[in-house]
């Protein structure tokens, strides 16, 4: 499979995790990586190009840094201007359907605080509804978020060479086609036990 | 010599003293002339007889006002208005004819003299009116249109009137005239069609016309072109002059009215780049041509005899203005004109006019009217002339009033609005101009390089020429009515002139001006500017920012320190000019130096953010919390 991961990250020059994440998957063949701010910095989307960028790939990946429990400003301006009505979504709008989605986050706040009893209230799943049902009314399947934690100490903490690795075997795992998408649906986060959802080799 | 200086004083200062106190009172200043005219001549008797040669001349200024009044007229104006023109003008023309002509009729006058006394009385008077209409800021209404197009209809149905006046003569009196005719030839002395049959007549007139179509059409361009090249304003102004000049006396030999071939020549040019010059040139001639008219026919008047037959002068000039104003108004009705503009064509167009003394005067030499009824009709007409500002004055000050309530919705519809002038047309001004005109806006378009005009206009911009920093050319471009005034021109001492001349004169006009440096721009800023821009900054900063993404730099983040930059910039314009000094260079300015040095370091600071810490408190966008900041939020 196909796959396209969308970038956003608008002060990269001071990104920890981010930014090795961005570069590592650049590295990956048959990823396509497209970083949002540099070829829109003045948030210009053009809307053609990321329709057909869409169209031929089979999985769709929004990766950025958690900001406002939501995402940095340009992939709300791309949902926007690219998920088109006839495009996205209502009559002949079937672009998308059966495609893949999940989102790739960093988060600032620590796991446990992503819960009922922690200071966020909510899990990060939950915080990303509005996004799982936009994929959703597009037609696409969505998946649990690949996330990080704890992102402003992870790099004080040697997690980042880990987060990459898993990251690299989730990719590949998808462009095999060797993810248990099933299962991938039902998780709170996508790398909370990755042999769990990862086939044969992958292992 | 000495006489003709004395009788020029004479003129001048009656219409010096009498025209802005007529204005100050709300008279207008065509009444202010006609009074001027009647002091110095019957009041104080300073002018004789010689009026009449001077209003001949003076008439010149009614040929002059129909050029620029054809200049403001393109071709598709003039073709839009033509169901008015031909309609309500051509009615116009015939009932008030008739209606006049019955009323002679009731008065025991033969009909052919009847016929002709109507013929004469159904003109009126373009020079008070249109005069009177752009004064007040009537002309683009739609009574002021209507007006106009009546008006035009009239000068055009002078030529078919001086055919059919001579079959008009009873023959006791041609007799008599016949001896002086003569010596007085009754219209051009010169002629190319004395005795022409009518079908070679029809064609020398066809091919006048034609050939005032064509020249203006071809001819004028490469000529104004040859002429502006030598930059001589004297000269262009002669040429303007030549043209007008010109046209009248070939529409003279030809037997038409001058006026009529002057109109249609300012018409031909109203699409042309010098329009705006030519107009600018001709207007002090004209408006000093018309209030010269204005005097003499104040200064005509003889009240001896006016005194002697009061009643019958008084009697018969309110009777014409009453039928004629009847006219006006059924047609008004008819036409369906609203009621403001309705009554503005009915109290405006009710008098005589200056035609109406050409008439008068060739009808007696052609023995159609007798001397007695010469003289007399003479009278109504100026009396009828000097009624129309008060009449003018009644309508603003009885009838708009009464009326604004009911039609206060439908504002007047005026021609130019919101527009951008804008001076200079180069590189510039060019960029300015195709963002403008690609939202629709209306432009117009100055400059005083005629090649690079000829370059625009090619690209299909509508350029005007003429100098941008002369203050009659921007009236005639309509600076008063424009909202923005773009400088993009590059000579910075004029640039710096203009400005101060749109402040102080028009203080509604928004300026925006196009800055060589600082300094340019601290004295754009101190004439009146409201905003001036360095004309290289955006382009030097793109360039700077697109030299930053070839180095690497992510373009987002060449985004953000253009933007710094940017706002660094300003902020340092607004300190710096405090040192500023208009009488001393940059250069020498030591505080000024020393403060913009300062100023420019605060940059570095600013753009360069510490990496090792990746935590920078002065940049201040997506700063990420600090490292331990989750500890806190937990607590
Ligand atoms: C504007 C802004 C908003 C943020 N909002 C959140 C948030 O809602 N929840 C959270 O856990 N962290 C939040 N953070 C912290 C970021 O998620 C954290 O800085 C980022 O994941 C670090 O990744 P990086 O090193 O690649 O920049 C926010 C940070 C910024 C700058």
Known sequence: MRILVLFAHPAIERSEVNRPLAEATARIEGVSLVDLYAEYPDLRIDIDREQERLQSHDVIVFMHPLYWYSTPAILKEWQDLVLEYGFAYGEGGTALAGKIFFNAITAGGAEAAYCAQGYNQFTLRQLLYPIEQTARLCGMTYLAPFALYSSRTAYEEGRIEAHIADWQRVLSALRHERLDIETARGLEKLNGDLDAILKDSDR | ?635
Not at chain 2, 39 to 45: C, D, S
Not at chain 2, 92 to 118: E, H, N, S, Y
Request: net charge negative; with cysteine.
């Open chain 2, 1 to 635: 010599m000495s006489g003709l200086l004395f009788q020029a004083f004479v003129y001048l200062v009656a219409a010096v003293v009498a025209v802005p106190v007529a204005k100050r009172l709300g008279l207008g200043s065509v009444l202010g002339y006609l009074i001027a005219g009647i002091v110095i001549g019957p009041a104080l008797g300073l002018v004789g007889s010689e009026t009449h040669e001077i209003q001949h001349f003076a008439e010149f200024g009614v040929v002059m006002m129909l050029f620029i009044v054809g200049l403001e007229l393109e071709p598709q104006a003039l073709w839009r208005m033509r169901s008015r023109l031909v309609g309500f003008g051509g009615l116009q023309v015939l009932l008030t004819t008739a209606v006049i002509t019955a009323g002679g009729l009731l008065l025991q006058l033969r009909w052919p003299t009847a016929l002709a006394v109507g013929l004469i009385l159904a003109l009126s008077s373009t020079a008070i009116v249109l005069q009177t209409l752009n004064e007040k800021g009537l002309a683009s209404t739609e009574g002021g249109r209507t007006g106009f197009a009546i008006l035009l209809f009239q000068d055009i149905a002078v030529i078919p009137m001086l055919a059919l006046i001579p079959l008009l003569a009873l023959p006791e009196l041609a007799a008599s005239h016949l001896a002086d005719a003569g010596s007085e030839g009754s219209h051009a002395a010169m002629s190319l069609v004395d005795g022409l049959p009518p079908s070679q007549y029809a064609l020398v007139v066809l091919g006048a016309i034609a050939f005032v179509v064509l020249a203006g059409h071809f001819l004028s361009r490469p000529l104004f072109r040859f002429i502006s090249a030598a930059r001589l304003r004297e000269i262009f102004t002669a040429t303007a002059l030549l043209l007008i000049i010109g046209i009248a006396l070939l529409m003279t030999l030809v037997d038409l009215s001058p006026a009529l071939g002057t109109f249609l020549a300012g018409v031909v040019l109203a699409n042309s780049e010098f329009r705006h010059e030519l107009e600018s040139d001709i207007e002090p001639f004209k408006g000093l041509l018309l209030g010269l008219f204005f005097i003499t026919v104040g200064a005509g008047i003889d009240f001896g005899f006016l005194f002697g037959n009061a009643a019958t002068v008084v009697g018969l000039t309110l009777a014409v203005m009453a039928a004629k104003a009847l006219v006006l108004f059924a047609l008004a009705r008819l036409f369906g004109l609203q009621a403001p503009d309705g009554w503005m064509v009915t109290l405006g167009l009710a008098q005589a006019g200056e035609f109406g003394f050409v008439l008068l005067s060739f009808s007696l030499q052609n023995g159609v009217l007798p001397d007695e009824l010469v003289k007399t009709l003479s009278l109504v007409v100026a009396m009828s002339m000097l009624l129309t500002p008060v009449s003018f004055i009644v309508l603003e000050k009885l009838i708009r009033p009464r009326l604004r309530g009911a039609a206060a919705a439908d504002a007047d519809d005026i021609d130019e609005q919101g527009t951008v002038v804008i001076a200079g047309i180069g590189r510039f001004g060019q960029i300015v101009n195709r963002l403008l005109v690609a939202d629709g806006v209306r432009t117009v378009v100055l400059d005083h390089e005629a090649e690079i005009i000829d370059t625009v206009r090619q690209a299909g911009i509508k350029t005007y020429f003429g100098d941008a920093s002369r203050p009659d050319l921007l009236h005639a471009a309509g600076i008063e009515s424009a909202s923005v005034f773009v400088v993009a021109i590059d000579d910075q001492k004029r640039a710096v002139e203009m400005v101060e001349h749109v402040h102080r004169h028009y203080p509604g006009v928004k300026i925006l001006a196009r800055a060589f440096d600082i300094n340019h721009l601290y004295l754009l800023k101190n004439a009146g500017c409201d905003v001036a821009v360095r004309e290289v900054f955006d382009g030097s900063l793109r360039i700077g920012a697109e030299a930053l993404r070839a180095l690497g730099v992510h373009p987002f983040r060449v985004e953000k320190m253009v933007d710094a930059f940017r706002r660094h910039d300003l902020e340092g314009l607004r300190h710096l000019y405090e040192l500023w000094d208009r009488d001393r260079a940059i250069s020498e300015n030591r505080a000024f130096l020393a403060r913009a040095k300062e100023h420019g370091e605060t940059l570095r600071e600013r753009m360069i953010s510490d990496r090792m810490q990746q935590h920078d408190r002065t940049e201040r966008g997506w700063t990420p919390p600090p490292k331990g900041y989750v500890d806190a939020l937990s607590e």
